[in-house]
Every structure is written in C-alpha cells, then in structure tokens.
C-alpha cells in the first residue's frame, strides 16, 4: 500500500515536471531547427542538428543590441529601486513614516493596471522628449518597482533588533551612521533579494518597454515580437534570442532560490 | 542626493527623528509622486477630454461622456466578460495545479528541493518569451500538443483559431507561469498547520481524505482566499501574453479590458476614451484591492 502510493506520487511529480520543462525544451528545440523545419507534420521533436548560429546571429543582428539594453534598463532600475527604496524603508520601518496607510497605498500602486499610468505619462513624456530613452523607461520601471522594494526591505529592517541600532546612538553615532554602518549591513540577505526581484522585473517588463520605446532603447522583450513583425520569421532566431532572454535569469534564480521563495510570497504569507 | 547630518540641535528627539524620516523618504516619494501619482491625476483630467491625438486637433472638454460611452460601449462589455473569464478560469487553474503540486511536494523527501527549483522556472521567465512558445506549442496543425493529444485518441483542439479555445489556451499559458507562485503560497500555508490537529485527527479515525476536506482545508482557507485574490489582481493587468499570442484574437476572442484600452490608446491614440477605459479598469481593481486588504487584515 505505502508502495504503490509513492509509486503514484513519483508518476505525478514526474509528469508534473515534464509539463513544466517541456515548453523550455521546444524553445531550445527550435533554437536548432531552420526554415522549413518548424511547421512539419509530424512535429519534429529531436534536434536536426546542434550548432550555436542561431545564438551567433541573434546577438549579431537586434539581440546584441537588446540584450545591451536589457542590461542597461534593468540594472539601473534595479540601484534605483534598492536605493531609494532601502531609504524610504528605513524610514517606514524605524520611525513609521506616514503610517500604516501609507504602505497600503504603496501597495495599491503596486497593483494598478499599467495602461492607466502608461498612458497619461506617454503624453507627458512625448512632451518631455523622454520617449524612446534609457531615462524615460528607467524612471518608469522604477515607479513600479519602488513600491515593492520599499515593502519588502521595511519587512527586513524591522528584523534587526532596535537595542542594536539604540547602542550604536549611544556610542555616539548618528541616525545616518546608524543607517549605513548597522542596519545596512545587517541587511545583506533583504538587499540581496531586493535587487534580484527588481532586476527581474525589469528584465522581464514588456508593456512599458514597448510603449515607450521606438528604435533607441530595445530591450529584449521589445525585440522579440518584433523580429515576428516581417514576411519572413527566422523562428529559430526568435527562440535563441528567447532563451538569450530567460537564462540569465533561469541561472540566477536557482542560484538565489531562497531569496526568490521569500521575495515571491513576502505578502501572501507574513515574512 | 547627499543627506546631510542635521548641525542645529533640535528641540527634541522625537521631532529630529521625523525630520531624518522625511529626508530619508522624499527622493523616494518624488519619484512615485512625479511619475505615478501625477500621471494618474492627469489622466483623469485626460478621461474628460475628447482628445484624437492621430487627429492634430486640440483636445475638447466633454465633461463625463467618454465614460457614458464606455458604459454603453458592446466591445467594452465584450471586453470585461473576456476578462472575467481569463480571471476566474486563470484562477481556478492555477489553484488546482498550485495546490495539487503544494501537495505533492508537501512531506520531506529526498531531491525535493530540486524539484521545487525546477517548479519554480516558469515565474521567471519573461511573459512576452512565454507567449511565443506557447504560440508554437499550441499551432493548430503543427504544433506538438495536438500531435500528442492525436497520439493520445483524441482529436486536435483549434487552440489559438477558435475563440473559446483561443480564451483556454491563453488561460493554460498563463497558468503555466504562475502555478508554481500559488504553490509555494499553499506550501507556506501547509507548512503552518500544526501537526497536532492532523494527528489527532488520524487517532479519532479519520481517514487521510478526510483529514485533508476537513481538518487541512479549513485551516487553509484564508490563504487560498489571499492568493485567489493576488492572481486576480495580476491577470487583471494580464497583457504580454495575450499580445504575443492572439493579439486579442481571433476578431476580439481574447480582448481583455487591459486590451482595449491599450488598442484604443496605442493604436487608434483616442486617449481621451482610452483614459476613461482605463479609469474603468482602475477601480475594478481597487474593489479587488480592497477587499484582499479587508481578508489580509483579517488574518492578522
């Protein structure tokens, strides 16, 4: 009985995972098929052949650049974010700043349909002349990250105990001392997810990307639909710019798992 | 932003302490006030105005009619049934894969952990990557779900031509995301209930199913009610996916409200309507918002 019953289990877990794997399995798959080779019937389901020109082309051609620009967004969104939102949230976790609604709010900012700001600020920075640039689309991913990041790392400052922070004004330090020098490095584990959260999401944003950018700043989630937009779709260029996309990120979150799980249902579940 | 350390003594403690706060808070806050809050202000201002921008003709005060139009406007009403759908039927989806994996991976074994990481992928993997294999995944004629459903007996499933399908495959794709996210929610969840009550339970007779339906379950509750309410909220604002895979097609088959009004706004640039769509929207969401803090506050 107990046998048969973790027989089952296995079997579950089993198919479980292979529905979760397969859908990455056919984007490397079709990494390695060429023209002609994706619509057949029946579906192809080994690779013709292994070879990286895919991968070489589409860093060549409009990848190169996105995968750039994805960098570049998503790394400043993310010291923007950790920044201002590491100072903010100091400040809500020691001294309540604004109080218990104000983090409601942030979290109502969090969750707010991104075509209703989008579309109000697309006019603003059409005037502006912040459309299409590496500081228009920065400052808007920021916006919807920094709620999060505020959220989040005042969660982990209220961990550290207040007698810690209390010594160090003792010994004669300042607020802003015992900001940088305590609590900060006490921090380590919630920067640490903060930054990886952020940098995923901006990574991984698409609306605003799209919406804001034309031909200067193209990050990689704005450059895949568009290599769909022509007659003729190189599709095996479109998954290996693709998984260009989504292994960084796939390596990064197995390495910080821990941070991922805690970053993921921080909200949902107290801590 | 240099913040400096304050030279004047001031009156008292408590007063310099909420003076550091607001230093330490305003880049912050200027940030959300600046490129959220103003933004969101001026679009309402934007919702009463009839403005084409395609058009070159200056922007019109209409008062309250593009929101009378919304209300008696089919597509938008098409719009919020697609939406319900995506949103009840993602939710239902995603908590029964969530909660059957939570399940599965419950008790300790051994190589757990690693099949909770490879679980756990598809929540960071772009939407916009996710839409395009699941595109090709789901091809009516070639692509491998249907060869295997064929190979299984059962016929092909028109996935992204026919409108109902096209809704159920957008709700899989999405789901697939973000079952792992309810799962690791439940597994919390299932983390906290105290072994004691099972137990007793188990000398009182019952058996395993009962234990679940009655003892486990119950005690789940409100963590199921939070983690429906948070997934609605997200496939609200459900847009990548769509765009990638359907476009909001076939015709206006997968149109959500989210979709609407990015096509009103970004396509035909009727920013007034689209502003008033999204306003629409909006509170929409603030009622979900609202009524998950009510249940968050609930619990604690």
């Known amino acids: ?271 | 932003m240099a913040i400096s350390t304050p030279v004047q003594r001031p009156r008292s403690k408590r007063q310099a302490d909420r003076r550091f706060a607001t230093l330490l808070m305003s880049p912050g806050l200027l940030v959300i006030l600046l490129v959220c809050v103003f933004p969101l202000a001026y679009g309402i201002v934007l919702s009463f105005h009839k403005y084409e921008l395609a058009l070159q003709v200056p922007m019109t005060f209409v008062g309250l009619q593009n929101y009378l139009k919304v209300l008696q406007d089919p597509r938008f009403w098409n719009a919020a049934k697609i939406s319900a759908f995506m949103v009840v039927g993602g939710a239902a989806v995603q908590l029964v894969l969530g909660f059957g994996a939570a399940l599965l991976v419950n008790d300790s074994f051994r190589g757990r952990s690693a099949i909770v990481s490879l679980l756990l992928i598809p929540t960071t993997i772009a939407p916009v990557v996710v839409g395009f294999v699941f595109r090709m995944i789901l091809n009516d004629r070639f692509g491998p779900l249907n060869h295997i459903l064929n190979l299984l007996g059962l016929s092909s499933v028109p996935w992204l031509s026919n409108p109902t399908a096209a809704v159920v495959a957008i709700i899989l794709a999405n789901g697939w995301e973000w079952f792992p996210f309810v799962m690791l929610v439940i597994l919390a969840g299932l983390q906290s209930v105290p072994q004691e009550l099972t137990d007793a339970a188990m000398v009182d007779g019952a058996s395993g199913w009962q234990r679940f339906w009655r003892v486990t379950l119950p005690l789940l509750q409100p963590i199921v009610i939070v983690v429906v309410l948070i997934r609605a909220i997200e496939d609200l604002k459900l847009f990548d996916i769509i765009y990638v895979t359907t476009g909001g097609g076939p015709g206006v088959a997968t149109q959500t409200m989210n979709m609407y009004a990015y096509q009103r706004g970004f396509v035909f640039f009727s920013i007034g309507y689209a502003s008033a769509l999204s306003y629409v929207q909006l509170v929409v969401t603030l009622i979900l918002v609202r009524i998950l803090f009510s249940r968050l506050n609930a619990d604690r």
């Open chain 1, 1 to 271: 009985m107990r046998r048969r019953a973790f027989v089952v289990r296995a079997a579950v877990i089993a198919v479980l995972l292979l529905v979760t794997l397969f859908p990455l399995y056919w984007m490397v798959l079709n990494s390695f098929k060429r023209t002609g080779e994706f619509f057949t019937d029946p579906p192809t389901f080994v690779p013709p052949r292994l070879d990286l020109k895919a991968y070489q082309e589409a860093l060549q051609y409009t990848g190169g650049k996105g995968l750039q620009d994805s960098l570049i967004v998503a790394t400043s969104t993310m010291i923007l974010s950790v920044g201002l939102g590491s100072l903010g949230a100091y400040a809500v976790a020691r001294y309540k700043w604004g109080g218990k609604n104000f983090i409601l709010l942030l979290l109502v900012i969090q969750m707010l349909p991104p075509v209703s700001v989008a579309l109000p600020l697309f006019i603003l920075f059409d005037r502006l002349k912040l459309l299409d640039t590496y500081q228009g689309l920065i400052v808007a991913d920021t916006v919807f990250n920094l709620p999060y990041a505020i959220w989040l790392l005042q969660g982990f400052f209220q961990e550290i105990p207040i007698e810690v922070e209390e010594a160090a004004m003792v010994d004669g330090g300042s607020r802003w001392q015992v900001f940088t020098r305590i609590v900060l490095p006490l921090s380590k584990p919630g920067l640490v997810a903060v930054s990886f959260f952020t940098f995923i999401f901006a990574w991984n944003e698409f609306i605003l990307a799209f919406i804001f950018s034309r031909s200067r700043v193209t990050p990689l989630t704005v450059v895949i639909p568009a290599m769909v937009g022509s007659d003729t779709i190189l599709w095996e260029r479109v998954y290996a710019t693709s998984l260009v996309a989504i292994v960084p990120v796939i390596i990064l979150s197995l390495v910080l798992q821990r941070y991922l799980v805690r970053g993921l249902t921080f909200g949902a579940v107290k801590g």
